[in-house]
């Protein structure tokens, strides 16, 4: 049987017979010498037979249990991020099949976290030399447009012609830059520095960054919040997060609309809430629109590439939060934003 394969199986059924034995040994020894009271003798050579067993199998279910706790303890250390971490096999049984199985599975996945890792880096590389190779002639493209566009101020058709180049040249160059951007942030290879901002200054920032948009397209940007609470964040990348949900609201409002950004804090969490009374996501695209270029095929936005949302998640994620979205259609959408406050910022806020 494969079962007693273990040689501390095989010793603990070994002690459970010589403990019976010598039970069933001592016991024809009671009857035969003919001892008065031989019952009562029989009985206390149960009882000790009984002990005996109950002592032999403390032993190994305690033995077992320090095996297994040891195992769990490696299994933890693996998840902890100990890549090292192994379950020692070296002996025969079911036990140790099953740890030598673990073993070989955190193997494996080292290998594809190995492999993965490599592809990313691979990437990441690929996409950051195309577009240093990009700059070059996007570069000159520009140049080449806006000559055209001095040439062309007495042509009214050129003239609309080369501000549309114009603006498909920035679409390429947000594209590439957002792209090379998505994948260092897969690489691992961006390193935040995190420090503690105060939140409507943030906000204060991207309201000036949108006003002359506002202004042109007759909608409104409300900020609501107190201008207390602070953030630990790196604030050029947080800033650019909120920015593409912001920017995400003012494509899918309609003139005379408002945007409507507000921040507050409990005793653990801020929260940033972006939200508008535009269009509104379709129910089919709400468990999409993190996806790399995504496209709706009930969006109105024919200029979007589907990298800004997908950008800010990570961003978010890196940052230790959480995104949400609620939406309905033809009332409007709410983007929520929530971080876990530091140790340090519950003890410290900031006070301007």
């Known amino acids: 049987m494969r079962i007693l394969a273990n040689k501390r199986l095989r010793a603990l059924l070994d002690k459970i017979l010589i403990s019976m034995l010598i039970f069933i040994l001592a016991s024809a020894a009671i009857v035969v010498c003919g001892l008065n009271n031989a019952a009562f003798y029989i009985l206390l050579c149960a009882l000790v037979m009984c002990l005996a067993i109950l002592a032999v199998c403390y032993g190994y279910f305690s033995e077992q249990h320090e095996i297994m706790e040891n195992a769990i303890m490696q299994i933890t250390d693996y998840i902890s991020g100990n890549r090292e971490a192994r379950i020692a096999c070296d002996e025969e049984g079911e036990l140790y099949r099953l740890f030598h199985e673990v073993n070989t599975l955190a193997a494996i996945l080292n290998a594809h976290a190995e492999n993965e890792k490599r592809s990313k880096q691979f990437l990441k590389n690929t996409i950051s030399d195309i577009s240093h190779q990009l700059k070059t002639p996007l570069a000159a493209l520009n140049i080449y447009n806006g000559l055209i566009q001095g040439e062309a101020e007495e042509l009214p058709e050129l003239q609309e012609l080369a501000s549309l180049s114009e603006k498909e040249l920035d679409r390429i160059e947000m594209l590439v830059q957002n792209l090379l951007k998505i994948t260092k942030l897969d690489a691992g290879s961006i390193v935040f520095e995190k420090t503690s901002e105060n939140v409507a200054d943030m906000m204060g920032e991207i309201e000036l960054h949108f006003a002359y948009r506002a202004k042109q397209e007759q909608k409104e940007l409300i900020l609501s919040g107190d201008e207390h609470i602070s953030l630990l964040c790196d604030r050029d990348w947080m800033i650019e997060a909120l920015e593409n949900i912001v920017k995400n609201a003012f494509d899918h409002t309609d003139s005379g609309e408002l945007v409507q950004i507000e921040w507050k804090t409990s005793a653990s969490m801020v ?58 259609l033809g009332i409007g959408t709410s983007f929520i934003l929530n971080f876990i406050m530091s140790y340090e910022e519950n003890r410290f806020p900031t006070k301007l």
Request: aromatic fraction near 6%; proline fraction near 3%; glycine fraction near 10%.
């Open 271 to 328: 929260q940033i809430i972006i939200k508008d009374n535009g269009s509104g996501i379709h129910p089919e695209d709400l468990h999409h629109i993190f996806k790399r270029f995504y496209r709706s095929r009930f969006s109105k936005d024919k200029q979007g590439v589907g990298l800004g949302l997908p950008l800010t998640k990570m961003i978010v994620e890196a940052h230790n939060g959480t995104i949400e979205v609620d939406s309905e």
